[in-house]
């Protein structure tokens, strides 16, 4: 069982930066891709970032290539979604999830309850 907190959600203005953290519990943690995802109201849960195991292998979505930074420190345990010149579209709850590495949602066997992230303009 792996148990996933997310954290550093807040309210920024546009062109902020912003780090959001997700700490898990369990001994497996470097066994599996973890990814960040986000959801914003009316809209479908989109994959924003997702990391290898390894740290070696990432993945953005284009409208936050250049922006956001998904980085892992295995020994901690945890994984960062470092995000800068933030916009109001990025406005939405930002889940870390544990899983395959894949963009889909349905491949992610573990979720974090997810963290605000409001940017206004």
């Known amino acids: 069982q792996v148990q996933l907190v997310e954290s550093g959600g807040g309210l920024v203005q546009a062109g902020d930066s912003l780090r959001v953290s997700c700490t898990t519990s369990?001994?497996?943690?470097?066994?599996?891709?973890m990814a960040w995802f986000r959801q914003a109201p009316g809209k479908e849960r989109e994959c924003v970032a997702t990391?290898?195991?390894?740290?070696?292998?990432?993945y953005y979505t284009n409208s936050v290539k250049g922006r956001f930074t998904i980085s892992r420190d295995n020994a901690k345990k945890t994984v960062y979604l470092q995000m800068h010149s933030l916009k109001p579209e990025d406005t939405a709850v930002y889940y870390c999830?544990?899983?395959?590495?894949?963009?889909?949602?349905?491949?992610?066997?573990?979720w974090g309850q997810g963290t605000q992230v409001t940017v206004s303009a």
């Open positions: 999830a544990a899983g395959l590495g894949t963009t889909r949602a349905d491949e992610y066997h573990y």
């Open positions: 990391i290898s195991g390894s740290g070696f292998s990432t």
């Open positions: 369990g001994r497996t943690f470097s066994t599996y891709a």
